[in-house]
Nanobody
């Protein structure tokens, strides 16, 4: 099993910044990619950003130039630096892994609220 714990969410005004962190533990050898998703009430969970097993970053168009994702394989962490936050960024942010032989575990999420 892989356990994922997210942290860093909170309340921020529009234009502000937050940094989210995801720490993986357990059977981390099975992790390929690590990604951030977000979900608002009534909507499907959507990809925000992440890093593949090959180290390639990936971003949703809506966050490009504002968010920066970074991964530390030695520490099994995935960080998301979010700048110039907008009210539409308000959501629960989840960390999720991909793997060729483990389930695609995800964490419990951390809430980001951006006030206008």
């Amino acid at each position: 099993q892989v356990q994922l714990v997210e942290s860093g969410g909170g309340l921020v005004q529009a234009g502000g910044s937050l940094r989210l962190s995801c720490t993986a533990s357990g059977d981390t050898n099975c992790i390929s990619g690590m990604y951030w998703y977000r979900q608002t009430t009534g909507e499907e969970r959507g990809l925000v950003a992440g890093v593949s097993s090959g180290g390639e970053p990936k971003y949703a168009d809506s966050v490009k130039s504002r968010f920066t994702v970074s991964r530390d394989n030695a520490k099994n962490t995935l960080d998301l630096q979010m700048n110039n936050l907008k009210p539409e960024d308000t959501a629960v942010y989840y960390c999720k892994i991909t793997s060729t032989w483990c389930p695609h575990y995800r964490g419990k999420g951390t809430l980001v609220t951006v006030s206008s």
